[in-house]
């Protein structure tokens, strides 16, 4: 009975708050006859598509707005586009929900917007949404991360899998290619966690046999679940190199504990993101490296490939953002 | 004969202590960093936040309702803590910035509250929409960026210790024992048993079971804040996205402790012991370094054994 309760807890919770996020965001739903109208005139307006003094509209879908990165994105797309004459930009938050995320999809869609830039949430659980674009005519670029559906016109992003090599090989100079070290992943099953764990293995657990992976658990992208975390390590490997970690939140909580712990000296934590708040800890030696990922760049390029599009020319299939390292040397730079 | 029924009586009234401890030896055994100080007091340091608000939600199950807003509730704590001291940096006074974030927390509970003690509805569906609401404000409020806490006063809350005991747990138990008191020698104790073992009665022998349920909503929300500032100190920053589900961990603790969701019964000492459960469960996986995938699985196999066994050992005694 108790844990019948519970789970009934747990189901009308899910399916209330997903319908709430599906509310909040999204501009009010097309009611039926709007769509008709929208979708008609869309069709009209697909034949000829010279660059005509019409309004291009953009919806935008971002997995989630409470996490800096993904923010940091949708303000870039936001600032560039009010910057243009004739674009605007809906900008949708997923709140971290793919079935919310699909929604919006569908929404804008239904409103017949001429584009759509995807942040997907998870690589496989929009792939869908991209099946409904393509079935709608309507072109898909996403942004940041990939769906496995490669159906999209485009893709504006940087290679998780070269910010784990640039983690793994700096932390191969900085222990000498020996030790014990810890993986903090982020959201199982998302593209940043196996792309970033896939270059930390390519570039330092593969090639260095004296190094030692005695920890390979994940903190969800949270500071306070990788705080946790990190406790419990630095009790259990005394000997312990390095904490590397997918993300700047969680490494930011590991630095936490690190530095509760005493172990500053010997333990490094890195991240990736190069948020304001690691930089800053990257420049005053806490936190020995994080990478840069080029949000802006990640955003308008997005936006710049979206209405190349909407205008007929064509694009190359990935635009590659680079990464760049920060230390302690380039720290300022990044701030 | 009676060596049986000793040993039944023995397993229902410290069923779960046994567990707890049957875990302990078994992660001991299996990692030798597990009985270290360190690790225990990390332990303690850890269950804290989720403790205090299992000893809100106890009173809120043992009246017969249900809260399941406090992970909002948690995070709209942190953003107020950040925006306070963002306001008023430069002094060191963090007095105000941890009173207003545990004023607001009560009065969106007592929002909830009223809304079950006087508009009658669902308590799921009431906390439901704050649990929305709340973490809608926790957005705006901080326009969806966590607060950076630098303030080293504040941080002394969730980091500190006095000897080599962590803060956040002293908090805890402090917290623990005047709820123990209030709930077992206090007229009001009697009248949260009394409301959600027959709330008719209750009525008919004269209690105001609707300031009961307000009160019992206005502590959740009081302790709501606690935790939250206590969580936000600890990892340094007010976000707004932190502690979704921790409305699940503290419920399981209060179940798996012995509290019924139907009302009536319950007992602080169970959710103390529920609430070591699940930080002990959290505390080995790492320790042990199961895989991430299988974590849940496990987890949710040790809360539904752990309630089994406890609901079994009870059912036998009648």
Known sequence: MKKKLLGVVLAVTMVVSLGACGKSNTETPATEPEVKEEAAEQESESTPKASSDKEIVIGVCIKTLSDEFPRQIADAIENAAAGMDNVKVEINDAQA??????????????????????????????????????????????????????????????????????????????IGGKGQIAIMEGVMGQTGQINRLKGVYESLVDVCPDVEVVAEQTANWQRDEAMALAENWIVTYPELKAIMCQNDDMALGALEAVKNAGKQDSILVVGVDAI???????????????????????????????????????????????????????????? | ????????????????????????????????????????????????????LAIGMTFVLITGNIDISVGSLVAVSGVIVGKVLESISGTTNVFPAVLAAIIVCTCLSLISGSMVAFFKVPPMIATLSMMTIARGMALVISNGQPYILRSKMFAVIGKGSIGAFPLPALIFIVTLIIFWVVLNMTTFGRKVYAVGGNIKAATASGINCQRVILTVYGLMGALSGLSGIILASR????????????????????V??????????????????????????????????????????????????????DTYTKAKRG
């Open chain 1, 97 to 174: 929900d793919v079935a919310t995320q699909l929604e919006q999809v569908e929404n804008l869609i239904a409103k017949g917007v001429d584009a759509i830039i995807l942040n997907p949430q998870e690589a496989d659980g929009l792939n869908t949404a991209v099946e409904a674009c393509v079935a709608a005519g309507i072109p898909v670029i996403e942004c940041n991360t990939m769906t496995s559906n490669e159906d999209y016109n485009c893709y504006v992003g940087s290679s998780d899998v070269v910010s784990g090599r640039m983690q793994g090989e700096f932390i191969k100079e900085a």
């Open chain 1, 276 to 335: 304001t708040e690691a930089v800053e800890a990257v420049q005053s030696g806490e936190l020995a490296c994080t990478v840069f990922q080029d949000a802006v760049g990640q955003g308008e390029g997005a936006l710049n490939a979206a209405i190349a599009i909407v205008n007929g020319e064509t694009v190359e299939k990935t635009i590659d953002i680079p990464f760049v390292l920060v230390t302690k040397e380039n720290a300022a730079d990044y701030l």
């Open chain 2, 235 to 254: 990892i340094g920053s007010g976000s707004p996205a932190i502690a979704e589900g921790y409305e699940m961990d503290a419920i399981a603790a209060c």
């Open chain 2, 256 to 309: 798996i402790g012995g509290t019924s969701t139907l009302g009536g019964t319950g007992k602080l000492q169970g959710t103390l012991l529920g609430v070591l459960i699940i930080g002990l469960i959290s505390n080995a996986l790492s320790l042990l370094n199961i895989n991430s995938y299988w974590q849940q699985i496990v987890k949710g196999l040790i809360i539904a054994f752990a309630v089994i066994i």
């Open chain 2, 1 to 52: 004969m009676s060596k049986n029924i000793n040993i039944s009586t023995i397993f229902r009234k410290f069923g779960l202590v046994i567990i707890l401890v049957c875990m302990c030896i078994l992660v001991g055994v299996l990692s030798p960093s597990f009985f270290t100080a360190t690790n225990i007091l990390n332990v303690f340091r850890q269950v804290s936040m989720n403790g205090i």
